[in-house]
């Protein structure tokens, strides 16, 4: 991951930090392995991992569960 073992512009601390909700989607290749979206997912308390979401197939589905999180956090998050 561009010389380290994480994220190349945060550190864990930061992202195990975040309180803001965060919407993971998993990478599938060299330079966003599986395993690190997974740990950012483990590490952000207010996470939420999709795991399958590149195929066509799928898209419907993301822009469904992408609604969701945005209603779900922007109602929660508002006066």
């Keep these: 991951m561009f010389g380290g073992?994480?994220?190349?512009?945060?550190?864990r601390e930061f992202v195990s930090s975040l309180g803001l909700p965060l919407l993971v989607l998993m990478?599938?290749?060299?330079l966003h392995p599986p395993a690190i979206s997974h740990e950012i997912a483990q590490l952000a308390r207010r996470a939420t991992l999709v795991e399958q979401w590149k195929?066509?197939?799928?898209?419907e589905e993301l822009a469904a569960t992408i609604s969701r999180f945005l209603e779900t956090h922007l109602s929660a998050e508002s006066p």
């Design 55 to 59: 195929e066509p197939a799928r898209a």
């Design 27 to 30: 990478g599938q290749d060299l």
């Design 5 to 11: 073992d994480f994220v190349y512009n945060t550190s």
